[in-house]
């Protein structure tokens, strides 16, 4: 038997590596015991026998799933995903065959995994903990999920969070986010942070929003369990919310009409024909009117493309940002910086492109006195592709290079994950090639030095091969 000993920070990526070992030394599933656990075994012995070398190929999405398997609690997730590795790569079984029990297993926990990381993004509640004086605000959160996946999950909170500081404690690991940098600890006892003022601002907030005349107490609870309710502050209020919805809903039906006209009838959708009058001169006061999805009616303004219509190619992004809303042109705050420098690098005159976003009107929630951004859907990007397809009859690019995932949703249809797809050229439904990129924005979060920069050096890459077609 031969005793492989996981670390408990940075498993999955230690098992991936000794699974590689293994296989290549033709190590069988049976004669291995993976462990986390730091018992002295002295007298462990390696007297596995070695074999025939095993290849381990696997398609991304076998990996994923498989490395998402691992965060499962199962003691047994490392020698079920590595028995199947190894059948996989002698050719035993294949990925999807839902016949198989050993894969149906991993499949069920990888679901049960993403199921928890979900339940944790949308349920850890911060306390604050900043120090007077201090540069940048400070949160902690105690949360407790049903699995170890707090590595998974903690990128999420980094991108949202990425300007503050924050520590996540759960009883298996925590995450730590400190001057932009993400590490993981065990968890010391007694982490639970204890209660303070911030607890009841969010009970403020959550009394706020709450809308009882949408009160659903069956949905509320499936959505939220009640496992989840002893570390939610607002949670509290809950009964009490209950209880007095019937008359706060009769107080809001009262209070209606005194939603400002204006407001109200921006954010009703209309689904009428589209404008057929329209020139390059006249398309940004009918976007500005475009009341077909409701991201409109909290933008400042529609941001048109710029640049010449005679340009070879043509340069999508996602959506106006805080800056490009309050401007009127794309791509001219942080992520617009970061293209123009790469772009100069890659000898992709911007002045030569026409840049446009996917979607027109920028998309936030309001934060206090900040904007937060948030991604169009797929409805909103479907509707606004109407706007983009006639840039496009305009433009006529030789190429369009599409920045991230819902640019390259609203050209290309599909929605796969775009960091699979980078560097290759797709097309739109109408022939028009279609390079796929990362989104400057996307290097712009990336916490890590190292791997913003290799991220940077492919960015560059594509838009050197797009710069190709300026001739
Ligand atoms: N991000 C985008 O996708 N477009 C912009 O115009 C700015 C930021």
């Not at 076998?62 to 398997?69: G, N, T, V």
């Amino acid at each position: 038997m031969l005793t492989i000993r996981l670390p408990r920070i940075g498993s999955v990526a230690a098992w991936r590596s000794e699974a590689r070992r293994l296989a290549a030394a033709g190590v069988a599933a049976e004669h291995v015991r993976w462990t986390q656990d730091a018992e002295n075994d002295l007298f462990a012995r390696d007297d596995a026998p070695r074999g025939n070398p095993v290849e381990i190929r696997l398609s991304k999405q076998a990996l994923f799933d498989i490395e998402s398997s691992l965060y499962h609690r199962d003691p047994e997730r490392f020698a079920r995903a590595y028995a199947l590795v190894l059948r996989l790569g002698r050719g035993e079984i294949r990925w999807g065959d839902r016949a198989d029990d050993m894969l149906r297993k991993l499949l069920h926990q990888r679901k049960e995994v993403g199921r928890d990381i979900h339940k944790m993004h949308a349920f850890v509640r911060f306390n604050e903990l900043t120090e007077p004086g201090a540069n940048r605000r400070a949160f902690a959160a105690w949360f407790e999920p049903d699995n170890p996946i707090v590595e998974a999950a903690a990128t999420f909170f980094a991108k949202r969070f990425g300007d503050m500081d924050w520590v996540i404690a759960t009883p298996y690991l925590t995450a730590r986010f400190i001057g932009g940098e993400l590490a993981f600890e065990e968890t010391v006892d007694n982490a639970r942070p204890t209660e303070d003022a911030s607890h009841d601002l969010w009970r403020t907030y959550y009394a706020n929003i709450f809308n009882p005349a949408r009160l659903m107490p069956e949905a509320m609870r499936s959505e939220m369990p009640k496992k989840y309710w002893k570390n939610l502050p607002e949670a509290r209020l809950i009964p009490e919310l209950i209880r007095t919805a019937p008359a706060r809903a009769a107080e809001m039906q009262a209070k209606l009409p005194s939603i400002p006209p204006a407001f109200a009838a921006k954010a009703g959708v209309t689904r009428s024909p589209m404008p057929q009058d329209l020139t390059p001169d006249t398309f940004k006061q009918h976007l500005d009117a475009c009341t077909r999805c409701p991201i409109g009616c909290r933008a400042t303004q529609a941001v048109a493309g710029q640049g010449p219509l005679t340009a070879r190619v043509m340069v999508v992004g996602e959506q106006p940002g805080d800056a490009e809303d309050l401007a009127g042109k794309p791509f001219v705050g942080p992520a617009g910086v970061l293209f123009n420098e790469c772009a100069s690098r890659a000898g992709l005159r911007r002045a030569e492109t026409y840049v446009t976003n996917a979607v027109k009107h920028f998309k936030f929630t309001p934060r206090g006195k900040r904007r937060i951004h948030q991604r169009p859907d797929a409805g909103e990007i479907e509707i606004c592709s109407w706007w983009l397809d006639l840039e496009r009859e305009w433009v006529k690019p030789k190429l369009i290079l599409a920045m991230g995932a819902t640019a390259a949703q609203s050209l290309t249809g599909s929605s796969k994950n775009i960091t699979s797809r980078r560097g290759s050229i797709e097309a739109t439904p109408d022939g028009t090639p279609v390079l796929l990129t990362t989104h400057p924005s996307y290097l712009l979060r990336l916490p890590d030095t190292g791997a913003r920069e290799a991220a940077q050096r492919q960015f560059e890459a594509d838009l050197r091969e797009a710069s190709a077609y300026l001739r």
